[in-house]
């Protein structure tokens, strides 16, 4: 089946899981896809021409469902827009073989738990995405419904995050003076290997796991949600902060993965 559209999305942090099913809870969602792994990996060119033209090449394993999918360059302002084109595909695999055999390689592997929610009789979708960098609700709809969405979750408009996973995790690896890698889950990394992917080490994953931060993007819930966070982790940015940062550094070969 194929996907195409223009896809309109934001991030939220949230303290973790069992607060974020809370939230959805009290908003109105309900579980539409349950909870399935997620393996993503991007590919680009040796010159890195994809991400510089701030476009997207990936394939993801999710569950028993493969897609490839191609997302054009971002538009970011209160939400971030971009096309999308998706197809699943039987075999990620071999995809992955095609894709190389065209001289593109990959560049960055990153994994999720994600699950699905939604609204009686809505059209927008929220996902729970439980990454190596915190635990985020992902908004996708229209505008309108994406702002209306996030106030019911408790969240005003300074809280949106339009910045990749890859971003984040680059930004949790610079604050804690790590080199870049791929953004994996310490758990299952021993099993998941691909060719050419920058797998981390095991002294790596040793050290995300015994210095694995709180989220590194903040929230800030109505009184009657708000939650505090116990350990150390980045210093608070605004979304508009997160633009500014976007604009200034030139982002490595990952940072448009999703």
Request: charged letters at 25%.
């Amino acid at each position: 089946m194929t996907h195409a559209a223009r896809e309109t999305e934001i991030k939220l942090a949230v303290p973790d899981v069992k607060t974020a099913r809370g939230l959805l809870r009290a908003a109105g969602f309900r579980v539409s896809k349950r909870r399935v792994f997620e393996s993503n990996m991007v590919f680009d060119t040796p010159e890195l021409s994809l991400r510089r033209a701030a476009t997207l090449l990936r394939v993801r394993q999710a569950g028993g469902v493969a897609t490839v999918t191609y997302k054009g360059p971002p538009v970011i302002a209160r939400h971030k827009s971009r096309e999308e084109l998706e197809l699943e595909i039987s075999d990620a695999r071999a995809m992955a073989a095609i894709i190389e055999r065209l001289g593109l390689g990959p560049v960055f592997r990153y994994e999720k738990y994600r699950t699905e929610y939604r609204q009686p009789r809505r059209s927008g979708i929220a996902t729970l995405d439980e990454t190596p960098v915190g635990v985020y609700l992902e908004l996708e709809g229209t505008p309108q419904w994406i702002d209306r969405a996030a106030r019911k979750l408790g969240f005003a408009e300074d809280d949106y995050i339009t910045a990749s996973y890859a971003r984040l995790w680059l930004d949790w690896c610079e604050w804690h003076g790590l080199g870049p890698s791929d953004m994996v889950l310490a758990i299952r990394s021993a099993t998941l290997t691909g060719p050419g992917s920058l797998i981390a080490t095991a002294a790596f994953e040793r050290e995300l796991s015994l210095h694995r931060p709180t989220p590194p993007r903040p929230w800030r819930l109505r009184p009657h949600t708000r939650s505090t966070l116990s350990g150390s982790g980045p210093p608070a940015a605004s979304n508009s902060v997160l633009r500014a940062e976007q604009n200034d550094r030139r982002p490595p070969a990952c940072a448009s993965a999703r």
